[in-house]
Structures are given as C-alpha cells and as structure tokens.
C-alpha cells in the first residue's frame, strides 16, 4: 500500500536501488552494476551543493570492485554489485580518513573489519559520506566540508553525525550507506530523510577500523530504504572480530510478529516536543498504526531512560570523547570546529572518582529500565523531538543538538537494539519517524515488525517519490506454493538459484517453531543442512528460515531435485502455522553434525571460515 509519499526539492535518482530489485534486475539482464554505478555518480555529482560526500572513488579505482565481479557467481554473493557508501570515520584501504577533519586525516592500508565483510560479500564502496567532526552532533552541520542538506529541503538539517551517509541513500545514490551511533547518529538522520536506520546490538558489528567518539558505547550503523535491505547487511556484518575487544557473537532472539505483541509508550506527559504539537499527533498516528497491525500499546514510565540519557554529555562519557582525540584537537585547536572542540575538551578533566561514581548511576539506571522493558515486546517513541532549519541551529548548536538527543542518547548506554523507521510527514513536507527498540540481540524482531509496520502504510524510499517494496506488495502469490528453506537454498547461499531461475518470491524471513534440532549433513559441497522436530521433552530450539512462493507449475521440478535423505514435509513457523519445508529422513542424521547451538545455517557457514 502507498501513502503520502512527499518528493525531494533536491535531484534524485528514480531507478530503484533497493538490493532485491538490483539482484532481480542483474540476474534478467536488465541492468549492470557498470550501469549503477554511472547511475549513483551522476546522481552525486548533480547534488554536489549537498555537501553529502568528503571523497569519491575514481573510475579505475571502481573497476577494481566492477572487475572482481566477473569471477563471482552473483547467486553465492548476497551483495554482488550493490553500491554502498562509508561514513568518513570508517575506514576504506587507501583512501583517506577524515572523521570530518582535514588537519586529523591519515590514509588506511586494510578496511575497516565491517567494510572488508561487505567487500567480500559483493558490495562496492563509492566513496566516503560526510560527518559532524569526529561523530560529535546529531545535525550534520559541524564540518568544514560544509552543512549536508536535508533530502527533502536543502535549508532544514539532515541530522548527523551520519548526515551524509543518511543524504546518499535517501536521494537513490547508493543503495545502503555505512554511519556510526553513540547518542544518535544512526537514527535521526534515518528520521529526517525518511529511510530506515539500523542501531545494531552494541559489538554486533565490529568497531575495528572506526575512529572512536566513545569507544564503549559505539556502534557500526547502516542506513537502508526497506526492511528486507536491513536484514541482508545484518545477515552480512554480525560476524564476531576476536580483534576487537568489544565485538560480541551474534545471539539472535526470535519473537513471532503475527501473534499479539505487546509494545511499550512514554507516558503522554513525558512526551516533549519542545512547543512543536504536530510532532505528538504525528506520534500517535504512529501509535494507532501499530494497534492496525495488531500491536498491544501499553504505558510505560521512562523516567530511567530519561535520566541515562542526560549522562552521555553531562556524565564521565564525555571523558571517553576526549580520550579519542582530546591530545589532537589540544594540539590543533584552530583546527577542529569549535562547538566539537569545546565538547570534547569539556571532559579533559573528570576524575576516576567522578568516573565511578557515574558507572554506579548508569547500573541502577538500566537496572530500572530493564524491569520497565521486562513486560513489554519492545518500546516506540519518536526518533526526534522536532526538525529545524540549518540557521535555526547554527544559531543554537548546543541547545537544539541536545534536544534531537532526548529520545536517543540513552540507548547504547543501556544496551538496547534500535531500529528508526519513517512514520509519516509534517505539514510542511518533512518526514517524521518513530524508533523501535528492545533487548540486546533483538535486532531481527525489529526488522520483522517494522516490515508488518510498514505493509499496512508505507511512507516511500526516502526522497525519490518510489514505493518502498515489501513482500506483500511482491505477488498476491496466487498460483504459488510456499515453501520453507534452511540451508544451501537461503538467498545468497549456492543454491539458491535453483528458487530465483524459477521465478520463486521470497515472501519472508522468519524461524521454525522452538521445537527443532539443526545438522549440518555429511557430504558437499554444497553442504546442506536437516531439521529434526523434537518433542516436548527434548531441547529444541526456533531455526532460521525463509519462506519463498514458487510458481505452481515450477514446483514439481524443484522438489525432483532435492536429494536424498532430504524430502518435503511439513514444519511449523514460530507463529503456530504449518508450511512445505525441508525434512531429512533420520538415516541422514547418523552421521551429521548438531549444530543446533548456531540457530542459523549463515552463522554455521561463517564458523566454518
């Protein structure tokens, strides 16, 4: 379903840039990714008074990543041929690193751990987006390479410090882009260009390479036009870095979204929108969306989300800013701006003591929220408080930065996962957006709900006028079979095509039911995994899956390729509802391997490597 979708006051590109529809499109011939990437260049250098990018990658360093393609089965790379851009704080091998500031800049010789994944996933990096200087702000506005424009109105903020990361993909120049968050940076911008911003699980995807603004609460964020985009970088980038002491393993929960969710509100009087009423009623449209798509809305009082929030600046954090960079920027004060310099250099000072005693706050502060998100799915609020004009915040950088951080600046502090989505625009054409958030390791909840979200009204992709795709806008899917896959059929996997060349649909990404045992089978490659249903008396556990639609008269060619042990069955989704799926005869299970523990056939396959 569309709805509403406002236009861009800047040039944009209309071809869809989505991964789905650039895989489909490779895949029928219809376009090259020589042909994206002429798309995505022309695109940024029609908007080049945007200030979006610091530097851009030349034609013969692109025919690097362009000619690597030529030996890759696009059907084995998730992201063969995608564009994508990098935040200019994450580093790309040999082009330089600026965090925003040209006096800091120094040239890398490796990537960035989380850009070497999408690398060898297939991707290809155009170049580096610019940032608030050193990834201090939340409005895009404080670096000498210029203020970014907004996608919608060049003279309204984009949001930082992720501003031109969040420019790129809202105006259809890459298809996703690299930001970092600490207080924010990765979902108001997602908020004022209408596109999705990911906040992963903190340590999910690696820190290494990353020049840090707080080293231990930082995160490697993504920006993306659709849900599904969203979980292909996540499936990509959550590879645990045993170089990088914060790295986490990836330990997805799982929560059926077609059963009644019980999702947690402020309290209306904790709602401020500093004298900006559009915003609240522009939330509780959003509130009544959720309640459409079945949602449970409970009140919660989020005054320790409230008061974590205020530590980030006013708390022993900012110490962790200055030692970052506070040896450079005393060294080079003239060089850095100057609202980023008075901030970093405001915790040159604070003592162990001061240090502790915040550590022991911020414990009973999340010790609060936890027992407030213990009854509750997730939580919503509005990602930003209100939206304004580059002027407006040049005249009050501390003040009006401080309000976009009322809803955001708590949330790695606390350790959740957050996921910003588009929920709506302004009377005056600016997008609005709500944040969802749960536990750590609860990203791909999100996913799943803000993709039910978003089938029941949907905002658009960004700035370019286009219809977000989701799965039920694909196919009314009559005329097809749905069926469930695990392993080696799973998109990016190697057989996968075997779906794809039969016109197959992916339809969407869920778990089995609890009640399964996963093995990794004898033989291959390609290795292939079995399922094995267990009772109640056995430990079981809720088993990645896809469910593709394939074509009635296709299906029976499809099932006379399954070799044995494996066959078709019936198994139960996490919802309660039965599909076609995989089963394996239990001689296949003699020799195999339980590798139940991974819960994913993508997380085996990593471990192997």
Known sequence: MMSEINTSKNTVNNNPMDILTLRQAYIEKTRSPQQVIEESLASIHANSDANAWISILKPEQ?????????????????????????????????????????????????????????????????????LDQFATGLVGTRSPYGAVSNAFDPEYISGGSSSGSAFAVATGQVSFALGTDTAGSGRVPAAFNNIIGTKPTRGLLSCRGVVPACRSLDCVTFFTTTPADARSIMDVCSVYDEQDGYSRSPEFTYKAVDQTLTIGIPKEEQLEFFGHPEYLSLFKQACEQLESIGARLV?????????????????????????????????????ANPTVASIIQGGKNLSATQTFDGLYKMQKFKQLADKAMSAVDCMVMPTTSHHYTINELNDNPIELNSRLGYYTNFMNLLDYSALAIPAGFTSQGLPFGITLFANAFADKILHRISEKYLSAKNWGVGATGLSMRLPEERSDLEGYISVAVCGAHLSGMPLNTQLTSRKAVLVQSTTTSPNYQFYALAGGPPFRPGLKRVGADTTGEAIFVEVWAVPEEHFGSFVAGIPAPLGIGKLELVDGSWVTGFICEPYGLDDAQDITHFKDWREYIKSLS
């Open 62 to 130: 692109l025919s690097v990543y362009l000619d690597a393609l030529a030996t890759k089965d696009i059907n084995e790379y998730p992201l063969w041929g995608i564009p994508f851009a990098i935040k200019d704080n994450i580093d790309l091998k040999d082009i330089p690193t600026t965090a925003g500031c040209p006096a800091y800049a120094y040239t890398p010789v490796e990537n960035a751990f989380v850009v070497q994944q999408l690398i060898d996933a297939g991707a290809i990096p155009v170049g580096k987006t610019n």
């Open 299 to 335: 009140e919660v009082d989020i005054t320790p989300f409230l008061d974590a929030a205020t530590f980030l600046y006013q708390g022993p954090w900012v110490a962790e800013r200055y030692h970052a960079v506070g040896d450079f920027i005393d060294q080079y004060t003239d060089k």
